[in-house]
């Protein structure tokens, strides 16, 4: 079974912080993305990275950065957290383009509160 | 762009009530469409896609259709259970995406005995 790992469920951080979110993924997929979920939002695209060391913006990637040195790992980056990133962050994976057929595999999620 | 739009919730039914959960897409190129399921305190889950026009997709009793003509792919199911409470989002996908989905805002269901 793929298992896409997030390394923390829950955390809390002070506004000003500099956060890390790490997203492990163990069957050597290509296409990693950090989507964060609000209520009546639904999910939305932070960033994602299509190999390792490539990263492309996605539909909301103001106060968000990335990284990728090896392929299994997808960190995200909150250089100084503010409280508007409060949220429910939630990593994937996928080895290839979805309408080729492939699937999307989810992490349980990171609930991140900034005070 | 890209935009999915699903009917607003939340949806509360009694066990073995009919359920249909309405999604709709913009039409640019051929899109793959998913359903998603959240359940309670865990990430996302696929619970249907279907790739082509009039592709029916199903699983666990739920069946979603591939309607290009009214750009939907609404999500029904016969009999609903307490089990299937959760958060259901459609999504989609198309072209050379690498893999990115956009959702619609999700649509929580709560079932009743």
């Known amino acids: 079974d793929v298992k896409v790992t997030q390394s923390s469920r829950y955390l809390v951080k002070r506004t000003g912080e500099k956060v890390f979110l790490e997203c492990v993924q163990d069957?050597?997929?290509?296409?990693m993305f950090w989507y964060r979920q609000d209520p009546g939002l639904g999910l939305r695209l932070i960033y994602f990275?299509?190999?390792?060391?490539?990263?492309e913006k996605g539909d909301i990637p103001e106060g968000y950065s990335v990284s990728r040195e090896k392929k299994e790992r997808f960190s995200l980056i909150l250089e100084s957290a503010s409280t508007n990133q409060t949220s429910m962050y939630l990593c994937?994976?996928?080895?290839?383009?979805?309408?080729?057929?492939?699937?999307?595999?989810f992490g349980e999620g990171s609930w991140l509160t900034v005070v | 762009g890209n935009s999915v739009t699903q009917m607003e919730g939340p949806v509360t039914l009694s066990e073995e009530a009919f359920l249909t959960i309405n999604c709709t897409y913009t039409?640019?190129?051929?899109?793959?469409l998913f359903w998603y399921v959240q359940y309670p305190g865990e990430g996302l889950q696929l619970l249907l896609k279907?790739?082509?026009?009039?592709d029916k997709g199903s699983n666990k009793g739920f069946e979603a259709t591939y309607r290009k003509e009214t750009t939907s792919f609404h999500l029904e199911k016969g009999s609903v259970q307490v089990s299937d409470s959760a958060v259901y989002f459609c999504?989609?996908?198309?072209?050379?995406?690498?893999?990115?989905?956009?959702f619609g805002q999700g649509t929580i269901l709560t079932v009743h005995p």
């Open positions: 279907a790739t082509k026009a009039d």
């Open positions: 039409a640019t190129g051929y899109p793959s």
């Open positions: 990275s299509y190999d390792v060391k490539m990263k």
């Open positions: 999504a989609r996908a198309g072209g050379t995406s690498y893999g990115k989905l956009t």
């Open positions: 069957m050597d997929h290509e296409n």
């Open positions: 994937a994976s996928t080895p290839g383009d979805l309408p080729a057929g492939n699937t999307i595999y």
